[in-house]
């Protein structure tokens, strides 16, 4: 993909990924709450500018520890403890510290357990009865970025309510409680043995992986020494990548986000298949022996095919973005889909809205509810080979049946003040768009979050015609 913010360059095209951001066309539920920090997954920025600095950070920790202590938000009988895990950006150490610093001054014990998968810190807060954990790790982001994010003592992400709460505390002055209440710290030496375990365990026990040999691509994030382990005690045998951090090259050139370093090693060193995780390991892509890719939505139809072996699945949930044929084949198998926002946390409250147990996202943020409370890249990537060695078959024998529609994403880059709601030769293109592509195919207009720019994503059953019709929308604004 063109950086178009770098280079200057009015209209790009690139491959389709999610962006949790808000969407340009009315959303298929009800509006979220507007807050000045949180978006759809916790707090990030470029580390030393606002809000990442080590003194909102320790801020935020005060205001978040105070809100546990008032509320009594998962304390099963004392003080409130909080787990703090992190991916491993060199800026991990200092927000790692600055965030401990504000939860024991608000009185609340920390758990550290060091570098380790998103999800992982959402289990163990569980696992542990933990009052709330928190990540340190901006997902698939450069080293440069960092964020925040918090899990219940569910190991769900904060509702919006409970983060509303934080923003409104982050006014406050920090203060302490007395010296003989002040929060105590202390770390989890067997974090990481935990978390192994527990992803082995979602693994169906009547299988194995032996006479497998898989890439594991770490992205030199959070999963670098526990994800080649789960593969491994599992049978398999793996040949890890992007597993030697330094704290400067999370998701550089490798993991979920950079996928031609796990193809080339399928090729090379003739794997089975190559397992791509992001920086803190809740994304995931999967590469065959051939070096394909299977992104999100083909992995989710893998998933709820083995399901569908054993009992009737009601229904899944994807995006906005959730290719058409992937809605087709599960329709076709009698099961119903449904679109939520983009974001992995919409998707996981239609769900329970629902009461459904599988959904994801295109990007490969997968959801298994009946093996984790939340998008796991380890455990997606073994309920997928869980169906694969159910099966029989390899993975593309598996999804045959489902016929991906080409798509084709445009970014158009907008002058200041420009409403494109109301621009009327736009509104007119997206009319003629869709009717040309009648039930064959799909539009999707929509702002990104982080750039003053229009993305366009048509889908149509022949990728020409996608690209022009794409063109067609962007140019309608070209010369706004």
Same mark, same amino acid.
């Given at each position: 993909?063109?950086?178009?913010?770098?280079?200057?360059?009015?209209?790009?095209?690139?491959?389709?990924?999610?962006?949790?951001?808000?969407?340009?066309?009315?959303?298929?539920?009800?509006?979220?709450? /507007?807050?000045?920090?949180?978006?759809?997954?916790?707090?990030?920025?470029?580390?030393?500018?606002?809000? &990442?600095?080590?003194?909102?950070? $320790?801020?935020?920790?005060?205001?978040?520890?105070?809100?546990?202590?008032?509320?009594?938000?998962?304390?099963?009988?004392?003080?409130?403890?909080?787990?703090?895990? #992190?991916?491993?950006?060199?800026?991990?150490?200092?927000?790692?510290?600055?965030?401990?610093?504000? @939860?024991?001054?608000?009185?609340?014990?920390?758990?550290?357990? =060091?570098?380790?998968?998103?999800?992982?810190?959402?289990?163990?807060?569980?696992?542990?009865?933990? !009052?709330?954990?928190?990540?340190?790790?901006?997902?698939?982001?450069?080293?440069?970025?960092?964020?925040? #994010?918090?899990?219940?003592?569910?190991?769900?992400?904060?509702?919006?309510?409970?983060?509303?709460?934080?923003?409104?505390?982050?006014?406050?002055? &920090?203060?302490?409680?007395?010296?003989?209440?002040?929060?105590?710290?202390?770390?989890?030496?067997?974090?990481?043995?935990?978390?192994?375990?527990?992803?082995?365990?979602?693994?169906?026990?009547?299988?194995?992986?032996?006479?497998?040999?898989?890439?594991?691509?770490?992205?030199?994030?959070?999963?670098?020494?526990?994800?080649?382990?789960?593969?491994?005690?599992?049978?398999?045998?793996?040949?890890?990548?992007?597993?030697?951090?330094?704290?400067?090259?999370?998701?550089?050139?490798?993991?979920?986000?950079? +996928?031609?370093? &796990?193809?080339?090693?399928?090729?090379?060193?003739?794997?089975?298949?190559?397992?791509? @995780?992001?920086?803190?390991?809740?994304?995931?892509?999967?590469?065959?022996? +051939?070096?394909?890719?299977?992104?999100?939505?083909?992995?989710?139809?893998?998933?709820?095919?083995?399901?569908?072996?054993?009992?009737?699945?009601?229904?899944?949930?994807?995006?906005?973005? !959730?290719?058409?044929?992937?809605?087709?084949?599960?329709?076709?198998?009698?099961?119903?889909?449904?679109?939520? #926002?983009?974001?992995?946390?919409?998707?996981?409250?239609?769900?329970?809205?629902?009461?459904?147990?599988?959904?994801?996202?295109?990007? =490969?943020?997968?959801?298994?509810?009946?093996?984790?409370?939340? =998008?796991? =890249?380890?455990?997606?990537?073994?309920? /997928?080979?869980?169906?694969?060695?159910?099966?029989?078959?390899?993975?593309?024998?598996?999804?045959?049946?489902?016929? $991906?529609?080409?798509?084709?994403?445009?970014?158009?880059?907008?002058?200041?003040?420009?409403?494109?709601? +109301?621009?009327?030769?736009?509104?007119?293109? #997206?009319?003629?768009?869709?009717?040309?592509?009648?039930?064959?195919?799909?539009?999707?207009?929509?702002?990104?979050?982080?750039?003053?720019?229009?993305?366009?994503?048509?889908?149509?059953?022949?990728?020409? /015609?996608?690209?022009?019709?794409?063109?067609?929308?962007?140019? !309608?604004?070209? +010369?706004?």
């Amino acid at each position: 993909m063109v950086d178009t913010q770098r280079k200057g360059i009015r209209m790009t095209q690139e491959q389709p990924k999610e962006q949790p951001k808000e969407q340009l066309k009315k959303e298929p539920q009800g509006q979220s709450m /507007v807050r000045q920090w949180f978006g759809t997954d916790g707090i990030r920025g470029r580390v030393g500018e606002a809000p &990442i600095t080590p003194d909102f950070v $320790m801020r935020l920790g005060y205001a978040a520890g105070q809100v546990l202590a008032r509320d009594g938000s998962g304390v099963r009988g004392g003080r409130p403890t909080v787990l703090i895990g #992190k991916d491993t950006r060199v800026s991990g150490y200092l927000l790692e510290s600055a965030l401990q610093s504000g @939860l024991s001054a608000a009185g609340v014990d920390v758990l550290l357990c =060091g570098p380790l998968p998103t999800p992982g810190v959402a289990y163990l807060t569980r696992a542990l009865r933990l !009052s709330a954990g928190v990540v340190i790790s901006a997902s698939h982001n450069p080293f440069e970025d960092n964020g925040i #994010k918090f899990f219940s003592a569910d190991g769900d992400k904060l509702p919006d309510a409970t983060e509303a709460r934080i923003e409104a505390a982050l006014g406050s002055a &920090i203060t302490c409680v007395a010296a003989s209440e002040l929060g105590r710290a202390r770390r989890i030496e067997d974090a990481a043995g935990r978390y192994i375990e527990f992803c082995k365990s979602t693994f169906p026990a009547e299988l194995d992986l032996r006479g497998l040999r898989l890439i594991v691509d770490c992205a030199h994030g959070a999963a670098y020494q526990a994800a080649p382990a789960v593969f491994h005690e599992l049978g398999a045998e793996v040949i890890a990548i992007g597993a030697a951090p330094n704290g400067l090259n999370i998701n550089d050139g490798f993991g979920a986000t950079h +996928t031609a370093a &796990i193809a080339q090693a399928v090729l090379e060193h003739r794997a089975d298949y190559g397992i791509a @995780l992001d920086g803190d390991a809740d994304r995931l892509v999967i590469a065959d022996r +051939t070096g394909r890719l299977f992104n999100g939505d083909e992995l989710l139809y893998a998933m709820v095919l083995d399901r569908l072996r054993r009992s009737p699945v009601a229904g899944a949930v994807g995006t906005l973005m !959730s290719n058409l044929g992937l809605e087709q084949a599960l329709e076709r198998r009698g099961v119903r889909f449904e679109r939520a #926002k983009v974001g992995d946390r919409y998707v996981l409250e239609m769900l329970r809205a629902r009461g459904w147990l599988f959904g994801g996202e295109s990007s =490969g943020h997968l959801l298994a509810l009946d093996r984790h409370s939340t =998008g796991d =890249g380890t455990i997606s990537a073994l309920q /997928v080979l869980a169906a694969v060695r159910s099966g029989g078959v390899d993975l593309a024998t598996l999804i045959a049946d489902m016929a $991906m529609l080409p798509q084709r994403l445009l970014n158009v880059r907008l002058q200041p003040g420009f409403d494109w709601r +109301t621009h009327a030769p736009l509104a007119e293109a #997206k009319r003629a768009v869709e009717a040309e592509l009648a039930e064959r195919g799909r539009v999707l207009i929509r702002a990104s979050g982080t750039e003053p720019l229009l993305r366009f994503m048509v889908e149509a059953r022949d990728a020409d /015609v996608a690209q022009a019709l794409a063109e067609r929308l962007a140019q !309608s604004v070209q +010369t706004a």
